[in-house]
């Protein structure tokens, strides 16, 4: 089993209804892709001030089920959608979880 864990800063342009947004779609996204073990997502609480404002996290069985995921066009035109025109900084790391 691997963990995708993506952050994300978010530029000017940022609204609560696009992330409003944002957050249904992301809801969408595990019925569309199978592979998806486990799908969660949030705003940061702001509790430090060097926090990235938002995260998602998606378990996958293996490597290839997180390419299938990465490439996935519905996963794709999330990003397209709602991640590439208010994303001012993207930050991920992949890892294990069967250590």
């Given amino acids: 089993m691997i963990r995708h864990v ?3 800063r978010w530029n000017d342009t940022v609204t609560d209804r696009s992330l409003a947004a ?3 779609a992301l809801d969408a996204l595990p019925a569309q892709i199978p592979e998806l073990v486990a799908y969660r997502h949030g705003a940061d609480l702001a509790i430090a001030p060097t926090n990235y404002d938002y995260a998602v996290t998606a378990d996958l069985a293996n490597v290839a089920d997180f390419a299938v995921y990465r490439d996935h066009p519905a996963h ?6 709602h991640i590439a025109p208010q994303v001012a900084e993207r930050v991920a790391v992949q890892f294990s979880l069967d250590d």
Avoid: G, W
């Fill in 76 to 81: 794709q035109a999330f990003i397209a959608e």
């Fill in 22 to 24: 944002l957050s249904t």
């Fill in 6 to 8: 993506v952050m994300f």
